[in-house]
């Protein structure tokens, strides 16, 4: 590999995990505080994108706001879904992910109906150009991904580990049953934790609406990549979502440039089996006493 | 200009007068009264991500099947006899294929289904073959010797594909490295490797010949990987038009300045995303021209198409379904005009007639231009309608795609076929090794 084409591969690395690593962060949590797998996270995924085509592409509000009006609008679903899927279907892991895999039926079937089908929405590039990085090329509009992705993962560290709220949300992903006897809601838990994965994939999706090919089913790709980043770092780890992130991110890129796209995601899902194997709680899972 | 000249005009009369005689007929002059209904099936994806090659095809065929009725109906063997269109989602899965072919051969009696191919294609032929019932895929690769009612080529692919490489060698002799990516299924790898075969021919080094995964949502890395071989032409074969649009995105930002070719680039959805300096600069050459393109005749079939379309289902229109025609809208009536002109020639609806009549028919009219029934040393039977190919580039002043030549395939593959048949064969896509 010339040295263009290494330095071109590195900085399509850290794009592709910063990519992940937003998407996934809010699995991540939603499975820590409930212990629930939700199938539709790609669906909020895809409709973040949605709110961009909407108020972006079609009213013609700038980029960024767009951006910002997806966190509530996608919250709002995921506080929905918790109350309305996974607070009936608790304790019971099964139930709830196939509810959701309903979920993300409806969701796609009525995104085609509401905005139809064919071919992907024409989302203008809000910034068209590229930047020069040590002699790599990398599109503005997924150069703002990367400070983006560290802003959204600083703010939610802080929230977990500096904020009281945070720390119950903590609390309840380590032990359900304590954190309640000190008088913490698991409902209220819940919800928020909900709102914040949905937020989180909103806005993941309303960010990469510019790059991504827009259609109801574009969360169903990123589902799978989520499923694996979070499956890799330890089904409920923060931290270990964010590393594995980058590590499939690292992996995924340079095996599709060395050898093709097909093997870079067999490799993927061959990462994620190897780990399973050696550390079957993940990178930085743990085993709950 | 001179090239215009060349590839156009030996074929833009004989395609105008043979959609005249076409018109005339399926017109007729008699005033003779409709008796019955021929039913005609739309069985593809009308929901789901492969929705974007079935669903807007119903249209154009609405609009043929239209135009025959307020005509009286389509003339066959003296009689008229209306058309009517029944639709099936098969969501591009064979198992819903079958069902769907099913349903439009025991609950309506299809004569013909115009269908995308693929999946379903392999699915439905067994029962089709033995009801005898017409099957047109979009796919020309679907085409197979044990599927005798299976017919093809209204649309371009692979021929397309093929040719291609022949439009750019002509067109800058000097241009060696050849690069050509798609999907990583079936149909992509069977059309990837006639054109790998194509360029072969044509005296191109095949510098990257790979595939990439369906599930790929970022094609920086592939992008990276093809500019590394450092190729003049970088070819998306069949490449799916969302990712076709992602990957020139990325041609762009990582500075390639070559030409770029494909079977279908969407410029509306590509120009969201680069310049159209950016597009015109690398030829951004494709098929499925426009059909308002000014190379077909003010006075034109397609122009004519065009405004029908517009009226039914434009913006505001009865049916409005609140997007712009695409080639996909015009894509699937090819093949039922060819249908309905072979059932008249045969006199008949009995399909080993019309086979029959369109095979010894010197020149079949279609809206692509006269095609002739081919294909055997492709496809093991000539079931392959074979019009003349158009390949357009993007121009920056009309921020759209022209014609630049219309190209007859059987002359060009007649005397290249060994070479690219050999390469098809060594790449295992050759139809009898595909069984």
Not at chain 1, 227 to 235: A, E, L, Y
Not at chain 2, 206 to 226: N, Q
Not at chain 2, 408 to 425: A, G, N
Request: net charge neutral.
């Amino acid at each position: 590999m010339e040295l263009a084409t290494f330095i071109q591969t590195i900085a399509n690395s850290v794009v592709a995990g910063s990519i992940y690593a937003t998407v996934a962060v809010g699995l991540a949590l939603a499975f820590g505080v409930m212990q629930m797998a939700n199938h539709a996270h790609g669906e909020f995924f895809m409709l973040g994108a949605y709110v961009v085509y909407v108020f972006y592409a079609l009213g013609g509000m700038p980029f960024p706001f767009a951006v910002l009006l997806a966190i509530p609008t996608i919250a709002v679903i995921g506080l929905l879904t918790e109350r309305l899927i996974f607070r009936p279907t608790r304790g019971n892991v099964l139930a709830g992910f196939m509810a959701t895999a309903g979920l993300t039926w409806i969701l796609q079937v009525a995104a085609g109906r509401i905005w139809g089908l064919a071919f992907m929405k024409k989302i203008p590039t809000p910034y068209m150009g590229a930047a020069t990085i040590a002699g790599a090329q990398i599109g503005l509009q997924r150069v703002i991904i990367i400070p983006a992705a560290c802003i959204l993962l600083g703010l939610l560290w802080f929230f977990l580990y500096r904020v009281k709220l945070g720390k119950g949300l903590r609390a309840c992903a380590q032990d359900p049953e304590a954190a309640a006897l000190q008088g913490i809601s698991i409902n209220k838990m819940t919800a928020l934790a909900m709102g914040i994965a949905g937020a989180y994939a909103g806005v993941a999706g309303a960010l990469m609406a510019p790059i991504h090919a827009v259609t109801p089913y574009m969360g169903r790709d990123l589902l799978i990549t989520a499923f694996i980043v979070v499956i890799v770092g330890g089904m409920a780890s923060i931290e270990g979502a964010v590393l594995a992130a980058f590590l499939l991110g690292f992996i995924h890129t340079f095996i599709t440039t060395i050898f093709d796209a097909t093997s870079g995601v067999m490799v993927g899902v061959a990462f994620m089996a190897f780990i399973l194997i050696v550390k079957p709680t993940g990178l930085m899972g743990r085993v709950k006493a | 200009m001179k090239k215009k000249k060349i590839f156009g005009l030996s074929v833009r009369i004989p395609l105008l007068l043979a959609l005249i005689v076409t018109f005339s007929v399926v017109s007729g002059t008699t005033a003779l009264s409709a008796e019955d209904t021929i039913n005609i099936g739309f069985l593809a994806a009308l929901s789901g991500p492969d929705a974007g090659w079935g669903l807007p095809g119903l249209t154009g065929n609405q609009i043929f099947i239209d135009r025959v009725n307020a005509e009286g109906g389509l003339l066959v063997g003296g009689k008229r006899y209306k058309l009517k269109m029944h639709a099936f989602d098969d969501e591009a899965t064979g198992s819903k294929a079958l069902q769907g072919a099913r349903q439009l051969v025991l609950e309506h009696d299809v004569k013909f289904i115009s269908a995308i191919g693929g999946t379903p294609a392999d699915a439905t032929h067994p029962f089709l073959t033995k009801k005898k019932v017409f099957y047109a895929t979009l796919i020309s690769t679907d085409i197979m010797p044990d599927r005798p009612y299976l017919i093809g080529g209204g649309d371009v692919t692979p021929r397309i594909d093929m040719l291609r490489p022949w439009y750019h060698k002509f067109n800058n002799p000097k241009l060696k490295r050849w690069a050509v990516t798609s999907q990583d299924e079936t149909i992509g790898r069977t059309c990837q490797a006639w054109e790998v075969g194509s360029a072969i021919a044509e005296g191109w080094d095949v510098v990257y010949d790979k595939h990439f995964s369906l599930e790929t949502t970022d094609f920086a890395p592939v992008v990276t990987a093809i500019l590394a071989t450092k190729p003049d032409v970088v070819s998306l074969n069949l490449t799916w038009p969302d990712f076709v649009t992602l990957i020139i995105e990325q041609l762009y930002l990582q500075g390639y300045k070559g030409i770029i070719s494909a079977n279908y680039i969407d410029t509306e959805s590509v120009m969201q995303k680069v310049p159209i300096e950016y597009m015109e600069l690398t030829k951004s050459a494709n098929s499925f021209p426009l059909f308002d393109d000014p190379w077909w005749g003010e006075q034109s079939w397609q122009h004519e198409f065009i405004k029908e379309w517009n009226a039914k289902f434009g913006p505001g229109a009865p049916q409005d379904v609140k997007r712009k025609i695409t080639g996909i809208d015009w894509d699937h009536v090819i093949m039922l005009m060819v249908w309905a002109h072979g059932a008249q020639l045969a006199g008949s609806f009995d399909p080993d007639e019309i086979l029959k009549a369109l095979r010894a028919a010197p020149m079949i009219p279609t809206i692509l231009g006269p095609a002739v029934m081919y294909g055997k040393e492709m496809w093991g039977i000539d079931n392959m309608v074979s019009p003349p190919v158009p390949i357009a580039e993007v121009k920056a002043d009309c921020k759209c795609k022209r014609i630049q030549a219309h190209i007859k395939f059987e002359e060009w593959f007649e005397s290249r076929k060994d070479t690219i048949i050999k390469v098809v064969k060594e790449k295992g896509q050759y139809f009898d090794q595909r069984k």
